[in-house]
């Protein structure tokens, strides 16, 4: 199972990664949201609410979706012996909430998205009468290997490739924006400190700097 997360670290995960991903003007720098017929759908949310279901937009993924991208994410970032995987730290959610977001940007990438879910397991299914996630991590490669390079990708898996380009930043940007993934990185900002005894002296000297 992967872990549940709540609407309103779902929405600041998602404000956090977009930054990693692309920029969002639409998004995050206007008090309103619109659909993409130009519908106003209203203030955009408050950061520091906490929201129940229902709140704000509905999600998107049914749950064999949900299943193809927890197996999916797990391929791209699978558990470690530093690092837990994408799945396990609620990225599955995360991806759910952008596709799910009304904004201009997140509303571009979903039928792409769908669309990529929808055809990994028809793939499946016609190399290995199996659907993605019922696949082990060698043959869920293979199909993985063949959409990873979008200037490579073969004839008729064009889209597949853009598909996958799309989802692998989405699990990149949604992970390593998560407290796991920072820590995994060793980005220690926003952490209140007593005492600042300056940059360490190998960075200085790199820089060619003396310590005052």
């Known amino acids: 199972m992967t872990p549940e997360i709540s609407r309103r ?3 600041q995960w998602i ?3 977009s930054t990693l ?5 639409d998004a995050h720098g206007a008090d309103t949201a619109s659909t993409p017929g130009g519908k106003p759908y209203g203030t955009d949310p408050n950061l520091l609410k906490t929201y129940k279901p229902g709140d704000l937009w509905p999600l998107t993924l049914s749950e064999p979706q949900r299943q193809t991208v927890t197996a999916l994410v797990d391929l791209i970032l699978p558990a470690d012996d530093r690092s837990p ?5 609620g ?3 995360f991806i759910d909430e952008w596709i799910s977001a009304p904004y201009a940007v997140q509303q571009t990438d979903r039928p792409l998205l769908l669309e990529g879910l929808a055809w990994l397991d028809t793939e499946s299914r016609k190399r ?8 082990d991590a060698g043959r869920q490669s293979q199909i993985a290997d063949d959409i ?3 200037p490579s990708a073969k004839a008729g898996f064009e889209s597949a490739a853009k598909f996958f380009h799309l989802f692998r930043n989405l699990t990149l940007g949604g992970y390593y924006t ?7 990185v060793g980005f220690i900002g926003n952490v209140a400190r007593t005492r600042f005894e300056g940059p360490p002296p190998e960075v200085l000297a790199k820089l060619g700097i003396e310590k005052a």
């Open 9 to 11: 670290e779902a929405l």
């Open 15 to 17: 404000a956090s990664a």
């Open 21 to 25: 991903l692309i920029a969002l003007p």
């Open 85 to 89: 995987a994408a799945s396990a730290v």
């Open 91 to 93: 990225v599955p959610a």
């Open 128 to 135: 290995f009468q199996s659907d993605f996630a019922a696949l």
């Open 148 to 150: 990873c390079h979008v």
């Open 178 to 184: 998560s407290p796991a993934g920072m820590k995994d």
